[in-house]
């Protein structure tokens, strides 16, 4: 009998730091969905993003890692360093699935970023081939209702985490405190280093 291949959603983000919210939304998907592991794809500098605010890859990658250590479903992945920029989702998927054949990959995003998907590039060959977990977000506007009826996704009641990594570094850049919002050795990292004054 052939062994059930694995499932594994993937959570992208630039996680510019990663923060308890990204935590909460993970594990949960971990923990109550049909997923086995969430691997969080760290994404490098994007184009179209300001550079100046985001930390080197390597650091964003070594805080994601620091902060699932402590969770065994929840991995941190580089593999888009190693792909042509900008990286597109769709390329992303091809080449895990290359490095990883007995794995099925899903996606994993917020409301919010459904509501652009039909933008993305190749976006009907990513609902045609993945599965997408879909947690919600507070945000305005509809999404496409032909997507949020559509077989492949799936709503997933995570908590509505309203916290965002723009806040917490304007938020340390003027001396607050936001130790809460970090896993504690994320916020050692960032302290020790001195990012984000």
């Known amino acids: 009998m052939k062994e059930m291949n694995k499932k594994v959603g993937l959570f992208f983000g630039s996680f510019n730091p990663i923060h308890v919210g990204h935590l909460i939304i993970a594990n949960h ?5 049909d997923l086995e592991e969430v691997w969080m ?16 890859d390597v650091h964003r990658l070594a805080m994601v890692r620091i ?11 580089n593999i888009e360093f190693h792909l042509p920029q900008p990286s597109f989702t769709v390329n992303t998927l091809v080449a895990l699935e290359e490095k990883h054949p007995t794995i099925n990959f899903c996606l994993i995003m ?32 509809d999404s496409e209702i032909m997507l949020s009826n559509h077989s492949k996704i799936i709503e997933v009641a995570a908590p509505v985490v309203e916290i965002s990594s723009t806040f917490i570094r ?10 809460p919002l970090l896993p504690q050795k994320v916020w050692e990292y960032l302290d020790e280093m001195n990012f984000y004054k």
């Not at 902060?67 to 992945?77: G, I």
């Not at 917020?110 to 945000?139: A, M, Q, T």
């Not at 304007?170 to 130790?179: D, F, G, P, Q, T």
């Open 29 to 33: 998907i971990a923990e109550f969905s």
């Open 67 to 77: 902060a699932t250590e402590d969770f065994p479903n929840l991995k941190a992945s």
């Open 110 to 141: 917020g409301e919010d970023n459904l509501k652009s998907f039909h933008k993305w590039k190749n976006f009907e060959v990513i609902l045609d081939r993945y599965f997408i977990y879909i947690y919600p977000r507070i945000s305005k506007g």
């Open 170 to 179: 304007k938020s340390i850049k003027s001396n607050k405190n936001v130790k």
């Open 41 to 56: 794809v760290v994404t490098p500098h994007n184009p179209h993003k300001k550079k100046k605010t985001l930390l080197d």
